[in-house]
């Protein structure tokens, strides 16, 4: 189940509400306008729009709206949940045998686990279907790829961007060395570019970009938890023997847990 990712905004604000601040602090509240350069903000977010247009296509361009909402939602993962259906599932197989699990897969709600099921349930060699399921944790890694890349390069071009709006500031500012009114707002030109180009990479795309990744690796993650899962089911492992096997991808504070939990059922029993 997804759910709204409060980090990152929350990330994004506290980042923002630092800078603020520091402004705030070192020039007052009256200076803010100081730091708001229009021509600056163009030849950033212009040419970063500009380098994005150019190096991707349309259909990759069109994965971006689907890619900035996961940025901002998270999905929970329940490997305890996780390991207790393939335990069922083990039950049901061992007693009843495979064909049975066909029966209640309604009651499933991940596909991929529904998908290897049925694999199973057909028969497949247990080669076949684990090659069948990485395929498509592959193609899942290679869809998730290019949706972040295009993130990852926007975080490459913006200080880019901001490099260049300096180096038009400062040839502004070498022509006009006559003119002393011209020195400040082309100063400003040079230094605010590189500090949106580098804001924009370093407290947006950049990050957003890791976050992306890190999903993605727990995605994978889970669904080789899950290929094991259907693995142990179709070979007839013992439900308890796939319970430990699975568990030992667990976190190692819900081991903790879980071990502190049969030791105090120990001493009850004891009692």
Known sequence: MKKLDYFTPIGIFVGLTMILFAIFFNAGPGNFHFFVQWTSIVIVLGGLSAAILINFSKQELALLPKVFKEVFHSKDYDLQ???????SLS???RREGLLALEMGLEEVEDPFIEKGVLLAVDGIEQETIKDILMAEVVAMEERHRKGRYIIEKAGEYAP???????????????QNLNDPATLGPNMAIALLTTLYGTLLANLVFLPMANKLENKTEEEVFIKQIIIEGILGVQSGQNPKVLEEKL??????????????????EAAYDQA
Do not use: D, Q
């Open 81 to 87: 949940n996780l390991i207790t259906t393939f335990k």
């Open 91 to 93: 039950t049901k197989a």
């Open 160 to 174: 880019a961007w901001g490099m260049i709006g300096t180096l038009v500031g400062l040839v502004l500012m070498l």
């Open 247 to 264: 568990g030992a991808f667990l976190p190692a504070r819900i081991k903790e847990k879980e071990a502190e939990a049969r030791e105090g």
